[in-house]
């Protein structure tokens, strides 16, 4: 098992290329099933989920390759709607196939998808979307089979009872080539559904309203292949800027996507940082000891706080002068780096939703171990401020959503090795 060994108390300075995003990758790659030809995609992170979608897209008869980070897929031999259970296992994104699919062949096979346990993580919203647009679900065995009465998708009007990312995204991917319009009210916002939309329409598809609460999509024949950017990680910026707040210091990150950004950047600027955005490119300095954010920190859907920069923040916040509060909203069990940051000598009460963060001083050095991703994250970035060694435990999680952290940390100046 590998591990991380951090040596913190040194203050970050360096540059470093932020990844393309992990979120707006997977739903894409599921996109390129609809086209039935070739689409080269740019910028693509080089992580542990994504060969898990590359391996599904193979497993589908489709042909994914990379080129460093340059996926190219073509899914002109899809030829299989399956998934086995153990692919189905590896990511929660998994469950976009389902809707990518279900456009292009009329039906598929899937079972209930993996992910970081964040608390339950239903799929009803995915499910009864689909049987609107005209899908016979059933379950059998824990394999969910689910056929297309009529042979395609049907345009349908559906309202989400929560703004949901990941029905949002299954939803578009099955509407841009059913018959007629579908119309999604109460539509998930994030930066990465409008990417995928992008990516679609670069394809083909005709989607108006992507990055609004009311998207409309005109079912086509056909789409085509495409060359196509995936946009920069959001996730992997904020965790890369709490990492120099939480050290002290002065880093450059380059090629982010600043506005998309906004929500996490206005709460941090509240810790005293003084941050400066010019181009694609972010300049953060980081010079006293954080202070506490005043206002409770509420994670919400986009363009709210996101609640995959919660656990970072929580690092920072966990050596800040003063009392911060979060409230958790939602995700039920996302708390779950809070007891790994006490190891190492914060002070947080969770009380359901709620965590109150008292700052200390300085954390010390501690063996602890990642949970989920974005909790990983975390510890890396307490770990970086505390005084002496941490070491990390369960990479895994963290390989999936950070492309070679070592290397980034290492670059923006901090001591990190991999063992
Ligand atoms: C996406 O997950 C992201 N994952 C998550 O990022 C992110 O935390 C989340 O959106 C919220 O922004 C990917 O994009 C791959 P949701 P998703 O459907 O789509 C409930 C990371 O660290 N819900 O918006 O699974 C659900 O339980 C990951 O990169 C239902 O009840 O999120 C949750 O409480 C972790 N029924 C809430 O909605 C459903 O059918 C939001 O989930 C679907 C969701």
Same mark, same amino acid.
């Given at each position: 098992?590998?591990? %991380?060994?951090?040596?913190?108390?040194?203050?970050?300075? !360096?540059?470093?290329?932020?990844?393309?995003?992990?979120?707006?990758?997977?739903?894409?790659?599921?996109?390129?099933?609809?086209?039935?030809?070739?689409?080269?995609?740019?910028?693509?992170?080089?992580?542990?989920?994504?060969?898990?979608?590359?391996?599904? %897209?193979?497993?589908?008869?489709?042909?994914?390759?990379?080129?460093?980070?340059?996926?190219?897929?073509?899914?002109?031999?899809?030829?299989?709607?399956?998934?086995?259970?153990?692919?189905?296992?590896?990511?929660?994104?998994?469950?976009?196939?389902?809707?990518?699919?279900?456009?292009?062949?009329?039906?598929?096979?899937?079972?209930?998808?993996?992910?970081?346990? %964040?608390?339950?993580?239903?799929?009803?919203?995915?499910?009864?979307?689909?049987?609107? &647009?005209?899908?016979?679900?059933?379950?059998?065995?824990?394999?969910?089979?689910?056929?297309?009465?009529? !042979?395609?998708?049907?345009?349908?009007?559906?309202?989400?009872?929560?703004?949901?990312?990941?029905?949002?995204?299954?939803?578009?991917?099955?509407?841009?080539?059913?018959?007629?319009?579908?119309?999604?009210?109460?539509?998930?916002?994030?930066?990465?559904?409008? #990417?995928?939309?992008?990516?679609?329409?670069?394809? !083909?598809?005709?989607?108006?309203?992507?990055?609004?609460?009311?998207?409309?999509?005109?079912?086509?024949?056909?789409?085509?292949?495409?060359?196509?950017?995936?946009?920069?990680?959001?996730?992997?910026?904020?965790?890369?800027?709490?990492?120099?707040?939480?050290?002290?210091?002065?880093?450059?990150?380059?090629?982010?996507?600043?506005?998309?950004?906004?929500?996490?950047?206005?709460? %941090?600027?509240?810790?005293?940082?003084?941050?400066?955005?010019?181009?694609?490119?972010?300049?953060?300095?980081?010079?006293?000891?954080?202070?506490?954010?005043?206002?409770?920190?509420?994670?919400?859907?986009?363009?709210?706080?996101?609640?995959?920069?919660?656990?970072?923040? &929580?690092?920072?916040?966990?050596?800040?002068?003063?009392?911060?509060?979060?409230?958790?909203?939602?995700? #039920?069990?996302?708390?779950?780096?809070?007891?790994?940051?006490?190891?190492?000598?914060?002070?947080?009460?969770?009380?359901?939703?709620?965590?109150?963060?008292?700052?200390?001083?300085?954390?010390?050095?501690?063996?602890?171990?990642?949970? #989920?991703?974005?909790?990983?994250?975390?510890?890396?970035?307490?770990?970086?401020?505390?005084?002496?060694?941490?070491?990390?435990?369960?990479?895994?999680?963290? #390989?999936?959503?950070?492309?070679?952290?070592?290397?980034?940390?290492?670059?923006?100046?901090?001591?990190?090795?991999?063992?």
């Amino acid at each position: 098992m590998q591990k %991380l060994v951090i040596e913190g108390g040194k203050r970050l300075r !360096g540059e470093v290329v932020l990844q393309g995003s992990k979120n707006s990758s997977l739903p894409i790659m599921a996109g390129a099933i609809l086209t039935g030809g070739e689409c080269v995609l740019e910028n693509c992170p080089i992580l542990t989920d994504i060969y898990s979608a590359s391996r599904i %897209l193979n497993n589908l008869g489709c042909r994914c390759s990379f080129s460093g980070n340059t996926a190219v897929i073509d899914s002109s031999g899809a030829n299989c709607c399956e998934i086995p259970e153990k692919l189905m296992r590896e990511m929660r994104s998994s469950i976009m196939f389902m809707g990518a699919m279900l456009g292009r062949m009329g039906e598929c096979t899937v079972s209930i998808p993996g992910g970081c346990e %964040l608390g339950s993580r239903p799929i009803d919203m995915h499910l009864s979307a689909m049987k609107k &647009m005209g899908a016979d679900i059933r379950e059998e065995n824990g394999r969910i089979i689910c056929k297309m009465t009529s !042979g395609k998708p049907r345009g349908a009007k559906i309202s989400l009872p929560f703004p949901s990312v990941g029905a949002t995204e299954n939803i578009i991917l099955c509407a841009v080539l059913a018959e007629g319009e579908t119309v999604i009210n109460n539509s998930a916002r994030e930066p990465e559904i409008e #990417d995928l939309c992008r990516f679609l329409q670069k394809c !083909g598809a005709e989607i108006k309203g992507a990055g609004e609460s009311r998207i409309v999509i005109r079912g086509r024949e056909k789409l085509h292949g495409c060359e196509y950017r995936i946009m920069p990680d959001r996730i992997a910026c904020a965790t890369y800027l709490s990492m120099a707040v939480s050290a002290g210091g002065e880093i450059i990150l380059k090629n982010c996507c600043i506005p998309e950004t906004e929500p996490f950047l206005s709460v %941090l600027e509240q810790t005293g940082c003084s941050l400066y955005a010019k181009n694609d490119n972010i300049y953060l300095r980081s010079s006293l000891r954080p202070k506490a954010v005043r206002d409770r920190i509420r994670t919400m859907p986009h363009p709210g706080f996101p609640t995959d920069a919660q656990a970072v923040l &929580m690092a920072v916040l966990a050596c800040a002068d003063g009392t911060s509060v979060f409230e958790e909203n939602i995700f #039920d069990c996302r708390y779950r780096h809070a007891d790994e940051l006490v190891k190492m000598g914060a002070d947080i009460q969770v009380m359901g939703k709620i965590a109150v963060v008292k700052g200390v001083e300085r954390l010390h050095g501690a063996n602890v171990e990642a949970t #989920d991703l974005r909790g990983g994250a975390s510890l890396v970035c307490g770990a970086l401020s505390a005084e002496g060694t941490t070491v990390i435990e369960g990479l895994n999680h963290i #390989d999936r959503g950070y492309e070679k952290i070592e290397r980034a940390v290492g670059l923006l100046g901090g001591n990190i090795k991999r063992v």
